[in-house]
Nanobody, 125 residues
Framework: QVHLVESGGGSVQTGGSLTLSCAAS????????MAWLRQASGKEREGIAV???????TYADSSKGRFTISKDGVRKTLTLRMDNLKPEDDAVYYC???????????????????WGEGTQVTVSS
């Protein structure tokens, strides 16, 4: 069982930056594919960025050029650096993980097996 714990959420003004972290534990041999997804109030959960088990990254159009996903294999920590935040980035951000690569369905919430409880990001204008 993979256990994920997010941290780093908070309040920021438009144009500001935040860095989210996700600490993973409970898995041993398998290398995980991991992703960040978010859910704004009244909207469906959507994929933001993914990093495969081989280190390949993919971003949603909404995050491309502003967000950076990275993974520290030694510390088993997933990070999302968010710059130039906009009011539309206001959401609960979730860390997700799986032993399988997700390919084109990485942005689909049902594709992921393991989830953290989420961390709130609030962006004020």
């Amino acid at each position: 069982q993979v256990h994920l714990v997010e941290s780093g959420g908070g309040s920021v003004q438009t144009g500001g930056s935040l860095t989210l972290s996700c600490a993973a534990s409970g898995y041993t041999r398998s290398t995980l594919s991991m992703a960040w997804l978010r859910q704004a109030s009244g909207k469906e959960r959507e994929g933001i960025a993914v990093i495969d088990s081989d280190g390949r990254t993919t971003y949603a159009d909404s995050s491309k050029g502003r967000f950076t996903i990275s993974k520290d294999g030694v510390r088993k920590t997933l990070t999302l650096r968010m710059d130039n935040l906009k009011p539309e980035d206001d959401a609960v951000y979730y860390c997700a993980a799986d032993t399988q690569k997700k390919g084109r369905v990485w942005g689909v919430p049902d594709a992921w097996t393991h989830w953290g409880e989420g961390t709130q990001v609030t962006v004020s204008s």
